[in-house]
């Protein structure tokens, strides 16, 4: 499967598992608040029923009567009243009960219950005061409730839920019925169906699942039309060339046949600046590989060529300094010794934005022109990626993804890399197989700070890296290297090493980032003397001053 085709795989299933949890915390936020509303007005209606009810029963002493167990004359009135009362109301079950003996749940007792004209002319029976309830008709939960309301004399009106086999799922509404003595005998009770609740909850949950399917569908194809077209085809084709690029340079054709082929990209952005800078800068390797060869019989115009090429690589990377005359948050200083004219190593630093300073600290395998223009892609994908606002450990995903695929020539690079908040100090950072950072905090001495690695960049598809946070305080300060450093080699082959390094470092620890290096550099010439220069030897030195 080729790599773009793994891209888009990757994004449609994200997408869709977005969607996915998307579409689920809707539904359980919509059913909550759906069903909290139906809830809250069918226990509204039954309030208001129930507050006529119990206002006719105290209008008929219906609780005298319950306390009495007598059915006097006014018995009948206030069943028709109760009876006129259903008949216009959207209640399913209204009736009157009383326990028999408080202390016993399972004596409850009718004491009345209403009927429309229409259940009785289906057969329906009036109940009257003293019928035992039916055993199925309440669970014992809804009992305990109901006992409950009536030994502590509650006085407004209870709702709860219930389900039985019998009646299925209603909500029940109760109020406590006080005789004469203001004493409470029973209760008054409504039940209003709900089961069409959960149909309508089934019919919602249906709706939403399917607006969000046509929503998912339309937004991958979206995706595969826009984004395939504008990002994922321009990097991999990018990628392609640069690459075919490099394999015609190690086959040394000719110049004038080492061309870069021309990436279209339809859309203005960091994407067409990458496609032109590489294509930029392979014309330039070009024409700098076709003016070496036509100067191959004069070494001096070969040493000019070649020096031309370091400078061209030099002003690649950030040179000035100070290179923010306007920023006293910070102080930073870089130098780059490449072991031959032109080298592999490379640093950076650039401002995202006014609070964020982005740091590069690289080295690709590999020397000579080869490693240059890897280098040169490499830098200018980093620092694309990192102007879109990612982080640390998306950048290095988002290269990763660019410089592996089709890498045949198996050409990767060691990279740290930093995004620092100027205004607080906090430094998140991640690190694909490079050198520890050296790092001196609360005005003490330099010291590894040995974090975990992730894998070079470039060395495998599919490479995740992780982060992670450091907190700079006024007066801390980070050191950059590449392995050139710690590996630099004197005659007898011994190396510098990184305690050597930190000693350097810690010589004078007061000093700014300018003479820090310096320091680091006298040591490493002092170490190596006349010895040949092995490996690039790239470092930098942040100083946080804070505001």
């Known amino acids: 499967m080729r790599k773009g085709s793994r891209i888009r795989a990757k994004v449609i299933i994200a997408t869709v598992g977005f969607m996915g949890i998307l579409t689920f915390a809707i539904s359980g936020i919509g059913f909550s608040l759906y069903r909290d509303s139906v809830m809250r007005s069918y226990s509204t209606y039954a309030d208001t029923v129930l507050k006529y009810a119990y206002s006719a029963s105290v209008k008929y002493s219906f609780g005298d009567m319950i306390k009495a167990r007598e059915m006097p004359e006014e018995y009948e009135e206030f069943r028709k009243e109760l009876n006129t009362f259903k008949e216009c109301s959207s209640v399913e079950y209204m009736y009157a009960v009383y326990f028999d003996d408080i202390n016993d749940i399972h004596s409850l007792h009718y004491a009345i219950n209403a009927k429309t004209q229409k259940e009785l002319s289906e057969g329906g029976e009036f109940t009257y005061l003293g019928k035992p309830c039916e055993k199925d008709a309440f669970e014992d939960e809804t009992l305990e409730v109901l006992r409950e309301a009536v030994r502590s004399g509650k006085r407004d009106v209870g709702t709860l839920e219930g389900e039985s086999d019998a009646y299925g799922h209603m909500l029940n509404g109760y109020h406590v019925i006080f005789d004469s003595d203001n004493n409470p005998v029973g209760l008054i009770c409504v039940e209003i169906d709900i089961n069409r609740i959960n149909i309508e909850l089934r019919q919602y949950i249906f709706w939403i699942i399917l607006t969000a399917t046509v929503v998912t569908v339309i937004v991958v194809l979206l995706y595969l039309f826009e984004v395939n077209r504008d990002l994922i085809k321009p990097v991999v084709k990018i990628t392609e060339n640069s690459d075919s690029f490099v394999k015609k340079m190690e086959a040394n054709v000719d110049p004038q046949n080492l061309v870069f082929e021309d990436?279209?990209?339809?859309?203005?952005?960091?994407?067409?600046?990458?496609?032109?800078?590489?294509?930029?800068?392979?014309?330039?390797?070009?024409?700098?590989?076709?003016?070496?060869?036509?100067?191959?019989?004069?070494?001096?115009?070969?040493?000019?060529?070649?020096?031309?090429?370091?400078?061209?690589?030099?002003?690649?990377?950030?040179?000035?300094?100070?290179?923010?005359?306007?920023?006293?948050?910070?102080?930073?200083?870089?130098?780059?010794?490449?072991?031959?004219?032109?080298?592999?190593?490379?640093?950076?630093?650039?401002?995202?934005?006014?609070?964020?300073?982005?740091?590069?600290?690289?080295?690709?395998?590999?020397?000579?022109?080869?490693?240059?223009?890897?280098?040169?892609?490499?830098?200018?994908?980093?620092?694309?990626?990192?102007?879109?606002?990612?982080?640390?450990?998306?950048?290095?995903?988002?290269?990763?993804?660019?410089?592996?695929?089709?890498?045949?020539?198996?050409?990767?690079?060691?990279?740290?890399?930093?995004?620092?908040?100027?205004?607080?100090?906090?430094?998140?950072?991640?690190?694909?197989?490079?050198?520890?950072?050296?790092?001196?905090?609360?005005?003490?001495?330099?010291?590894?700070?040995?974090?975990?690695?992730?894998?070079?960049?470039?060395?495998?598809?599919?490479?995740?890296?992780?982060?992670?946070?450091?907190?700079?305080?006024?007066?801390?300060?980070?050191?950059?290297?590449?392995?050139?450093?710690?590996?630099?080699?004197?005659?007898?082959?011994?190396?510098?090493?990184?305690?050597?390094?930190?000693?350097?470092?810690?010589?004078?620890?007061?000093?700014?980032?300018?003479?820090?290096?310096?320091?680091?550099?006298?040591?490493?010439?002092?170490?190596?003397?006349?010895?040949?220069?092995?490996?690039?030897?790239?470092?930098?030195?942040?100083?946080?001053?804070?505001?």
Request: aromatic share 8%; with cysteine; net charge negative.
């Open 263 to 547: 990436v279209e990209v339809k859309t203005d952005g960091d994407i067409r600046l990458l496609a032109e800078n590489v294509k930029r800068m392979a014309n330039g390797v070009s024409t700098y590989m076709t003016n070496l060869k036509e100067a191959t019989s004069e070494r001096e115009r070969i040493s000019t060529e070649l020096s031309l090429a370091n400078q061209i690589q030099a002003a690649m990377l950030p040179h000035s300094f100070p290179p923010f005359p306007g920023r006293t948050e910070f102080d930073i200083y870089a130098i780059m010794d490449p072991a031959k004219e032109v080298g592999g190593d490379f640093y950076d630093f650039f401002l995202i934005d006014d609070d964020h300073l982005g740091l590069v600290m690289a080295d690709v395998s590999g020397k000579g022109i080869p490693a240059a223009l890897f280098m040169m892609i490499s830098k200018t994908i980093l620092q694309s990626c990192a102007m879109l606002g990612r982080s640390p450990a998306e950048i290095l995903t988002k290269t990763n993804e660019a410089l592996s695929t089709n890498n045949q020539v198996n050409m990767f690079v060691t990279a740290w890399l930093g995004i620092l908040e100027i205004s607080t100090g906090k430094l998140t950072a991640a690190n694909a197989g490079h050198e520890y950072p050296a790092l001196l905090q609360n005005g003490g001495r330099f010291e590894l700070l040995k974090e975990k690695h992730g894998l070079a960049v470039g060395c495998m598809e599919g490479t995740g890296y992780t982060e992670y946070e450091m907190q700079l305080n006024p007066g801390d300060k980070l050191f950059l290297y590449t392995d050139g450093v710690p590996e630099a080699t004197d005659k007898s082959e011994k190396m510098f090493g990184t305690e050597r390094m930190l000693n350097a470092l810690n010589k004078n620890t007061s000093a700014d980032p300018r003479m820090m290096l310096m320091n680091v550099r006298t040591a490493v010439n002092a170490f190596v003397k006349d010895a040949e220069q092995f490996d690039d030897l790239t470092m930098m030195c942040l100083d946080y001053k804070g505001k």
